[in-house]
């Protein structure tokens, strides 16, 4: 619970979040960025929040509704986000930034507060897999975001493919275990 001047504030972990509880949620923002939108000019802000036990969720701002927080997020910064102001939605997809179920999708009619200072208020910026994860190609989940430490030990030139009609530039990076 947090006292917010004359009223007090119980923050849910995101592990209660779902289609049909939409809870309280004090987050910090742990990456953030933009993903075009397939088929069209746009795209929307896609963000990696965690709460206070290091439970992770994905939050989306669609294009539709940048203008309002295009600039409001800052990574690294804590935010509460008031019970029912967000949308929830199943989280799917080629590519997953969390493993959560859901996804929270934040529109103008969403409250969401800036906590500044918030030194209370952990820090679990990165997500480490170990490198005996990755021994077995078929059994890597490559449709999910995590962190890994390793020593770059080469580094190959620029490939092109094609996805979905459209040209995507990737680089592929060996890294050699450290443990």
């Given at each position: 619970?947090?006292?917010?001047?004359?009223?007090?504030?119980?923050?849910?972990?995101?592990?209660e979040?779902?289609?049909?509880?939409?809870?309280?949620l004090?987050?910090?923002?742990?990456?953030?960025?933009?993903?075009?939108?397939?088929?069209?000019?746009?795209?929307?802000?896609?963000?990696?929040?965690?709460?206070?036990?290091?439970?992770?969720?994905?939050?989306?701002?669609k294009?539709?509704?940048l203008?309002?927080?295009?600039?409001?997020?800052?990574?690294?910064r804590?935010?509460?986000?008031?019970?029912?102001?967000?949308?929830?939605?199943?989280?799917?997809?080629?590519f997953?930034?969390?493993?959560?179920?859901?996804?929270?999708?934040?529109?103008?009619?969403?409250?969401?507060?800036?906590i500044?200072?918030?030194?209370?208020?952990?820090?679990?910026?990165?997500?480490?897999?170990?490198?005996?994860?990755?021994?077995?190609?078929?059994?890597?989940?490559?449709?999910?975001?995590?962190?890994?430490?390793?020593k770059?030990?080469?580094?190959?030139?620029?490939q092109?493919?094609?996805?979905?009609?459209?040209?995507?530039?990737?680089?592929?990076?060996v890294?050699?275990?450290?443990?």
């Amino acid at each position: 619970m947090v006292d917010n001047g004359d009223r007090i504030e119980a923050y849910n972990p995101v592990n209660e979040v779902n289609r049909t509880d939409r809870p309280s949620l004090k987050l910090r923002v742990v990456l953030l960025f933009y993903r075009p939108v397939l088929a069209s000019n746009n795209r929307s802000l896609e963000i990696v929040f965690h709460d206070l036990e290091g439970g992770r969720i994905t939050g989306i701002v669609k294009s539709m509704h940048l203008k309002s927080f295009e600039n409001r997020f800052i990574q690294g910064r804590v935010y509460a986000i008031s019970p029912n102001t967000y949308h929830v939605d199943y989280n799917s997809g080629k590519f997953l930034t969390t493993l959560h179920n859901f996804k929270i999708i934040i529109h103008d009619q969403s409250i969401v507060v800036d906590i500044p200072e918030e030194s209370f208020f952990p820090d679990f910026m990165f997500d480490f897999s170990d490198f005996s994860d990755f021994v077995d190609p078929n059994t890597v989940n490559e449709t999910h975001l995590f962190d890994v430490i390793g020593k770059v030990v080469e580094i190959h030139g620029a490939q092109e493919r094609q996805f979905n009609g459209r040209s995507t530039r990737f680089i592929e990076i060996v890294l050699e275990d450290l443990s």
